[in-house]
Every structure is written in C-alpha cells, then in structure tokens.
T-cell receptor, first 117, second 115 residues
Framework: NAGVTQTPKFRVLKTGQSMTLLCAQDMNHEYMYWYRQDPGMGLRLIHY???????AKGEVPDGYNVSRLKKQNFLLGLESAAPSQTSVYFCASRPPQKGLSSYNEQFFGPGTRLTVL | AQKITQTQPGMFVQEKEAVTLDCTYD???????LFWYKQPSSGEMIFLIYQGSYDQQNATEGRYSLNFQKARKSANLVISASQLGDSAMYFCAMRGYNYGQNFVFGPGTRLSVLP
C-alpha cells in the first residue's frame, strides 16, 4: 500500500496563476482532509470530505476549492494564487470512527511545498 | 469550539534525559481523543501516541507516554531517554467525537536534543 500520496511535491507559482493539488489514498478511507502548515501556527484545516461526492469548509477555506469525485482522490484547487497562500499543504485521510474505545489517527501524505511569488 | 495550546515554542534536552512537552486543550465535547504527532526536518507527520477521554490509564508507546490529567485538561507528552533522532517539531491535536469530527492542532513545540 502506498498510503497517502500527494502530487506535486514542490511548486512555484506566480500571483494569479491557478493550480490543482492531488491527494490520493489507497486505504479506502471515508474521511479526507486538506491542511496548510505555516510557521508557528500548526496545521489549519482548509476543507474536508466525509465521503465521495461531499466536501465541507474548514477553518481557512477562502481562496481554495476542493472536489471529491472519487473516494480515493481529494483535489485542492487554487483559482488565483496569492502570496499569502505560500505554505506547506498536507493531505490526510482516516476511516470512520467505530465506537469510543477505538481511535483513528489521521494518515498524512508527505506534503506539498507551494511558493507563490 | 475546540482549542489546543502548546506554550513551549522550543525546548532543549540533553541526550538520554527525559523531557515533557506541554499540551492543554479546551473542548465542550464529553468524548474526545488526544493525539501527538512528530514532524522531523524531513517534513512528514508521524503519529506517536493516543489518549481517549474515557481511558482510565495513561497511554504509553515505547519511550513515549502521555500524562493525561482530565480535570486540568492537559495531555503532556513525556519522552524518556531522549535520542538525537527525537529532535523534531511535536504537535498535540484533538478530535471531538460528538460535536466536531475534525482534528484541531496546536502550534507545536520544537525539541532539540543535545549530544
């Protein structure tokens, strides 16, 4: 199993350009997440999905769009990149919670380092 | 709303000594889980240890243990016998099981292990 993979690993954009980050997982997980990591702020949730065909906003959704057309893929789009979107982006997935005695940590991808000039 | 606080931006520890990384949390959810992740300089997020709000005993995983004090809403990570490879960022996170299904992360603590 590859786990959670992210494409690309690095990218440099100019202000106003668009791009799509791809997250893929082969663990048949229902839940998928997109985070951004900035120095001193930990990970902040951008958007998430609780299943194929569903998406929802997280803490910092502005400037981003997402789609989950297939269960294994979760796409993050930047329609018009801004320097404030320079960050490291992490995708994660997890299975559904099964009772209070079990737990499901998130499985993270390796991250995408995005620079917007 | 859920919130995680990590008040130590950076910590130093001598190799082979123990170190405690602080984490306090706030939630109105009666059922929740607490997680610690390690992020080495290579960037990946590595799950370390979990504590459930109803767990009676503190969690342990090898050299990692979680000092869970529910009444004080703290979930400190204790690393025993520190190794040079423990130098990394450490993130505390939580997820409420009733009202919020999403993870909330703290700002992290950078641990440096000195030889």
């Amino acid at each position: 199993n590859a786990g959670v993979t992210q494409t690309p690993k690095f990218r440099v954009l100019k202000t106003g350009q668009s791009m799509t980050l791809l997250c893929a997982q082969d663990m048949n997980h229902e839940y998928m997440y997109w985070y951004r990591q900035d120095p001193g702020m930990g990970l902040r949730l951008i958007h998430y999905s609780v299943g194929e065909g569903t998406t929802a906003k997280g803490e910092v959704p502005d400037g981003y769009n997402v789609s989950r057309l297939k269960k294994q893929n979760f796409l993050l789009g930047l329609e018009s990149a801004a320097p404030s979107q320079t960050s490291v982006y992490f995708c994660a997935s997890r299975p559904p919670q099964k009772g209070l005695s079990s737990y499901n940590e998130q499985f993270f991808g390796p991250g995408t380092r995005l620079t917007v000039l | 709303a859920q919130k995680i606080t990590q008040t130590q931006p950076g910590m130093f520890v001598q190799e082979k000594e123990a170190v405690t990384l602080d984490c306090t949390y706030d939630t109105s959810d009666p059922s929740y889980g607490l997680f610690w992740y390690k992020q080495p300089s290579s960037g990946e997020m590595i799950f370390l240890i979990y504590q459930g709000s109803y767990d009676q005993q503190n969690a342990t995983e090898g050299r990692y243990s979680l000092n869970f004090q529910k009444a004080r809403k703290s979930a400190n990570l204790v690393i025993s016998a520190s190794q040079l490879g423990d130098s990394a960022m450490y993130f505390c996170a939580m997820r409420g099981y009733n009202y919020g299904q999403n993870f909330v992360f703290g700002p992290g603590t950078r641990l440096s292990v000195l030889p």
